[in-house]
Nanobody, 124 residues
Framework: QVQLVESGGGLVQAGGSLRLSCAASGRTFSSYAMGWFRQAPGKEREFVAAISASGGSTYYADSVKGRFTISKDNAKNTVYLQMNSLKPEDTAVYYC?????????????????WGKGTLVTVSS
């Protein structure tokens, strides 16, 4: 069982930056691939970024490629999402998720554990 707690959300102007953190409980964090997803009002939850269990491989949605960076610190049981050049369309609740195994997963249905989310609001 893994518990995930996100932090770092808030209100930022367009063009600004935020860094989200996701702290995980448990001793086997290094065995989990991780992902960030987001859900805007009235829309389905969508994939944002993912990282392999080792942190050696990453994958991004086209909409955030070049602006967002996912990283994983297995010593701190934490995964991060650095978000730069934010746009109003990035406004959403951002969720951290974990999946047992070493490979990247990009679908919400494929994830095993979820955090409760943190709200990111980007003003124009």
């Amino acid at each position: 069982q893994v518990q995930l707690v996100e932090s770092g959300g808030g209100l930022v102007q367009a063009g600004g930056s935020l860094r989200l953190s996701c702290a995980a409980s448990g001793r086997t964090f290094s065995s989990y691939a991780m992902g960030w997803f987001r859900q805007a009002p009235g829309k389905e939850r969508e994939f944002v970024a993912a990282i392999s269990a080792s942190g050696g491989s990453t994958y991004y949605a086209d909409s955030v490629k070049g602006r967002f960076t996912i990283s994983k610190d297995n010593a701190k049981n934490t995964v991060y999402l650095q978000m730069n050049s934010l746009k109003p369309e990035d406004t959403a609740v951002y969720y951290c998720a974990a999946v047992v195994g070493i490979l990247i997963v990009t679908t919400p249905e494929g994830m095993d554990y979820w955090g409760k989310g943190t709200l990111v609001t980007v003003s124009s």
